[in-house]
């Protein structure tokens, strides 16, 4: 059974439901300029209102304390603090803001997990070339430390970046998110690799400075889906799912929780395409200089964002282009059995979740895991009885719950993903997560409660010792 102290919790993210952007003196973010880019986004939506969290700060509060939670999970946006991304200007009104949230949460005894950095780059710095420059990292770890030195009397714990791998893939490989670039086979690797560096910077600061005064925990929260050989018996097909958990989970967390370096089969991979397409030049995997901080163990805790599984069969790629795709050589597949949710690629697979905290138990030595993210999305009619998002959260803390009991993984928290629709990137607000819907069509946005979000107060309330009255 889950223990009296257990983090349940619900997350957001700054540019998901703040809105005001452009409210004092805030400055623009990469997801206002690429959502404001035409063919971007789902109906030319965008985040410029969104939950319009900013504003109403104290209806979300009352979300939280109706769903009696023990944790919230928020992220603040960087270009709210610190406009032009340096210390050159902080935006006082943006820490009043967050002040307040804080404050707000511990008079309700809900401990905040926040969040540095969720996908939101002030759009000053891409100008100076983002995650792709090597002077990132730095300007990272100030905004940390100035982060820590706010709020840091108040917050124990932290996520610096998160899910690494989707803000690369996605906005540097694929370019369906921000900033929308394509530079295959290339960027993603660089800018993760800054990701890293500027993780382990923060980590470091932390650790030197902060730790013994705030005693709070620090980790980046990284995004891995369950994956499973489409056949068994195939040594092709094993050795894919190896890669794939290589290219996937294995690019940030081997660093941080192995041995201070990407996993060898990732390496090795990538520079044998290099070789086979002719591609002159370093790695397209950039490795860790002396001059770099110590990767391994910057991480107090492993935050884990699950979603889904797939079957992974040997094969795929982008023929003589370079390509991650070609360099993982997996692909991945549904397998019919599995229940589609509201979105194509999200399986219903309860039961990966516990296979995959198994793996990480076992793989990076046990240990205390956070779930970050995890939930289930409704698109088409509205469903305020949301009977099958009820069902996979049901299934769900079970399996998290035998995970606990049988396979002894060392499980703190489990926060659902969302506390309320928001804006889901480039879905716009066609995709809805939230344990609160939101109604976008009404100018005061209102708020009410799912069947989901009934169903898990009364989980929590079973297992917390109170609540806020």
Not at 193 to 207: G, Q, V
């Amino acid at each position: 059974m889950f223990v009296r102290d257990f983090a349940w919790g619900a997350a957001t993210a700054s540019f998901q439901i703040e809105g005001g952007w452009q409210a004092d003196g805030k400055g623009p973010s990469i997801w206002d300029t690429f959502s404001h880019e035409k063919g971007r986004v789902f109906g030319e939506q965008n985040g410029d209102v969104a939950c319009n969290s900013y504003e109403m700060w104290e209806k979300d509060l009352e979300c939280i304390q109706q769903l009696g939670l023990t944790h919230y999970r928020l992220s603040l946006s960087w270009a709210r603090l610190l406009p032009d991304g340096t210390m050159q200007h902080i935006n006082d009104k943006g820490v009043l803001y967050y002040n307040k949230v804080i404050d707000d949460l511990l008079a309700c005894n809900v401990s905040p997990m926040v969040t540095l950095y969720h996908f939101d780059l002030p759009q000053a710095l891409q100008d100076q070339g983002g995650w792709k420059s090597p002077d990132i990292a730095t300007l990272f770890e100030n905004y940390a430390k100035f982060c820590f030195e706010t709020f840091g009397d108040r917050v124990k714990l932290w996520i610096t970046i998160n899910e690494p791998y989707v803000c690369a893939k996605l906005g540097y490989e694929d370019g369906i998110h921000a900033p929308g670039l394509k530079e295959k086979g290339t960027a993603a690797y660089l800018v993760g690799h800054n990701m890293l560096r500027a993780h382990a910077m923060a980590w470091h600061s932390y650790d030197s400075t902060y730790r013994q005064k705030q005693k709070g925990a620090v980790s980046l929260a990284i995004n891995s889906d369950w994956l499973e050989p489409l056949h068994q018996d195939s040594n092709e097909d094993v050795a894919a799912v190896e890669r794939d958990l290589a290219f996937t989970l294995g690019w940030f967390a081997w660093p941080v929780f192995v041995n201070g370096d990407y996993p060898e089969i990732m390496k090795s991979a990538i520079d044998a395409q290099s070789k086979k397409l002719g591609y002159k030049g370093a790695s397209r995997l950039p490795s860790f200089s002396d001059d770099d901080p110590a990767i391994l163990g910057t991480a107090d805790f492993f935050a884990l964002n699950y979603y889904t599984s797939r079957k992974v069969k040997a094969g795929g790629g982008c023929g003589q282009t370079l390509c991650m795709k070609s360099d993982r050589d997996a692909e991945e597949l549904l397998d019919s059995s599995w229940p589609i949710s509201g979105v194509s690629w999200l399986a219903v697979v309860p039961h990966g979740i516990r296979k995959l905290l198994k793996y990480i138990k076992d793989t990076f030595s046990n240990p205390a895991v956070y779930i970050t993210e995890n939930g289930f999305p409704q698109v088409g009619p509205l469903q305020i009885e949301d009977v099958e998002r009820c069902e996979f959260y049901k299934d769900t803390i079970a399996e998290v719950d035998k995970a606990i009991q049988e396979d002894g993984v060392n499980v703190c928290g489990y926060f659902a993903w969302s506390l309320m629709d928001n804006f889901e990137w480039a879905d716009g607000f066609s995709v809805r997560f939230g344990l609160f819907h939101v109604d976008f069509s009404d100018p005061n946005l209102s708020r009410t409660i799912y069947r989901s979000g009934r169903e898990y107060a009364t989980v929590i309330s079973k297992y917390k010792s109170g609540r806020c009255k």
